[in-house]
């Protein structure tokens, strides 16, 4: 990224049903960092965890039962695609800390070393080096 190029703005979100557990997993897992998380005791209402190269994820607590719930997200329905430049040291990682590998480190067709894991709550984290094709111009 250059000096001029905005930060990642797009913030998937996810639910699960031990948030806090969660946000262990991916911290210990795959590395990212904690940034905020507001709650009481188990209960999270709203964590945001930073993936180092930028942009990172939020989630929170599912609110199962209560008419209030504005954003119904079934735990274990979430799927991501996270760019790392050591997919390598990601999959050793995660593999240390017990993540269920469910397609091995692998080549692509199109010039990406990739793995995919499922966390704890059944969600599926890919992650490879492919960041995208550039955009055109306008």
Aim: net charge negative.
């Amino acid at each position: 990224m250059s000096d001029n190029t905005p930060p990642p703005q797009v913030w998937p979100t996810l639910r699960a049903r031990d948030a806090r557990a969660l946000i262990r997993f991916l911290v210990d897992a795959f590395g990212f960092e904690e940034t905020v998380v507001y709650g009481e005791g188990d209960l999270v209402h709203h964590a945001q965890l930073s993936w180092p190269p930028g942009g990172g994820v939020m989630l929170g607590s599912v609110r199962e039962g209560q008419a209030e719930d504005t954003w119904p997200v079934p735990p274990g329905t979430f799927g991501a695609y996270v760019v790392t430049d050591d997919p390598d040291g990601v999959h050793a990682r995660a593999t240390a800390a017990g993540a269920e590998i469910i397609q091995g480190l692998h080549e692509t067709d199109y010039g990406s070393r990739d793995f995919a894991v499922r966390d704890p709550e059944g969600n599926r984290w890919s992650f490879g080096t492919y960041r995208g094709e550039p955009r055109k111009s306008v």
